[in-house]
């Protein structure tokens, strides 16, 4: 006879126990259920800014053992549709429920009903770093700020470079998080707009307002400045960019051998135009980057100036796309002269990027340094978009569709490159390990 659903001990199982380094795969389990019983678990995080309560839910049938593990369960119905361990984190979306005083960044509050009753509850927490990272301002970088562990040991120097948004979000956002992982990380803003009703502002005085001739160079006076501090290997640094952080990574690479390795997200093959208010009358007529004084050859936009008054609902790809089908004749000298570098580079991309056709140009990258017989890692996801830079533990269902893919390829790309990049990362800089 089965034993009554109160005699049973209806537990979450979540390991690891305690805080965890978001990106670090999260086990749960719910146990103790009777056989094939119907239990819906809900998920609700503290997360955003400003923060508010973030949920997801989903029901599942118990297996033969009174089990449901995310990792292998598929639900019958919720926010997500197949067997996924990350399935309720990459799901959440806003909640209108009031966030509660006592709850931490990144805390995760599962509870399992069976009918209308609460059966088990169960908490783990994504942290984005360990509190003990340590932030020191960089002289001469407006904002950039060099994170790291405490302690006098020399470690290998990631530069995180950010995309079109600019400012400080990506530095922050990637910075103590690689520093946790014994790195020391230089979060680099070199474009900083405030995105206005009529186009880009400053929004950091000392930066740029428009992505026009940004300075490739900075990077090597940057390491300058590195090369004074005893606890930083200057004699290995990776670039980590994500989009136009991707297309400065490459273009500086090629330009400097010295740099160890590079990790490029949603990347270019070319050097594009550049944009800005000063643009409007101007269109076609400016590089995003520069070198040594110099702008560099780029690949103009068609429709870039409809695009700007149109705000958020640009079409971001057809720009791109229009712009180099109708300039072939400017493409060989836009490209970015990948077989210059000859250290490692990892490429990750979508093939339904609507930003840019980032998957392309990341098999056109591969296929040029595949000819010349360099190490290339090429990681292309044909139903993921532009937004393959996380970690696939995070919420990826707000605001994915300027980006492309759906919220579930991008949470499955992410999760799934993100521990080939942390494993490249310690390869190229850590090779004695």
């Known amino acids: 006879m089965a034993m009554p659903a109160d005699a049973l001990a209806q537990t979450f199982r979540i390991t690891p126990e305690g805080e965890v380094l978001q990106g670090q795969p999260v086990s749960v389990r719910l146990e103790g259920l009777q056989p094939n019983t119907t239990v819906t678990i809900t998920a609700e995080r503290r997360f955003g800014r400003p923060a ?11 297996d033969s053992a009174g089990v449901v593990d995310l990792e292998r ?45 609460v059966v088990a509850t ?23 700020t060099l994170y790291r562990l405490p302690g006098g040991e ?32 230089v979060g680099l ?39 004074t501090r005893p606890y930083v290997d200057s004699g290995r640094i990776a670039l980590f960019g994500g989009s136009k952080g991707a297309e400065f990574a490459l273009i500086a690479a090629s330009r400097y051998p ?23 009358e101007a269109e076609g007529t400016r590089s995003s980057f520069s070198f040594e004084g110099q702008p560099l050859p780029f690949m103009p936009y068609v429709g870039f100036v409809e695009g700007l008054l149109a705000g958020p609902s ?5 720009i791109h796309e229009d712009g180099r089908a109708a300039h072939p004749e400017r493409e060989a000298a836009a490209r970015i002269p990948v077989e210059a570098f000859p250290g490692p580079v990892m490429l990750v991309a979508g093939d339904a990027d609507r930003e840019w056709r980032s998957g392309r140009m990341a098999r ?33 269902v707000v605001g994915v569709g300027r980006g492309g893919g759906s919220a579930q390829a991008n949470a499955r790309a992410q999760a799934d490159a993100w521990p080939r990049i942390v494993a490249f990362l310690e390869r190229t800089l850590r090779p004695e390990n």
Not at 52 to 62: D, F
Not at 131 to 140: K, M, S
Not at 202 to 216: C, N, Q, V
Not at 314 to 318: M, P, V
């Open 258 to 280: 010295w740099i160890t390795s590079v990790v490029a997200l949603a990347p270019s093959d070319l050097v594009w135009e550049g944009w800005g208010l000063e643009m409007v």
């Open 364 to 396: 056109n990258i591969g296929a040029t340094r595949e000819a010349a017989r360099l190490e290339t890692t090429l990681l292309v996801y044909p139903d993921a978009g532009h937004d393959v830079g996380g970690d696939g533990w995070t919420p990826t």
């Open 314 to 318: 640009a079409d971001l790809l057809k």
């Open 122 to 144: 169960g908490m783990t927490r994504l942290i984005g770093a360990l509190a003990t990272v340590e932030a020191e301002d960089i002289p001469g970088f407006p904002s950039a």
């Open 52 to 62: 508010q309560v973030y949920a997801s839910r989903a029901t599942y049938l118990a």
């Open 189 to 227: 803003p070199y474009y900083s707009p405030d995105w206005g009703e009529y186009g880009p502002l400053k929004a950091i005085p000392e930066l740029p307002g428009s992505f026009i001739d940004i300075r490739i160079d900075q990077i090597a006076e940057l390491r300058d400045w590195l090369r």
């Open 154 to 185: 020399p470690r290998p120097v990631i530069v995180v470079l950010h995309g079109a948004d600019g400012g400080v979000e990506a530095s922050r956002r990637y910075g103590p998080k690689l520093a946790s992982l014994g790195y020391a990380v």
């Open 73 to 117: 369960a598929a639900p019958s119905s919720g926010d997500y549709a197949e067997a996924d361990a990350a399935g309720l984190f990459w799901s959440m979306t806003p909640s209108d429920k009031p966030l509660p005083g006592d709850w931490r960044t990144g805390e995760v509050r599962l509870s399992a009903l069976a009918g209308d009753r």
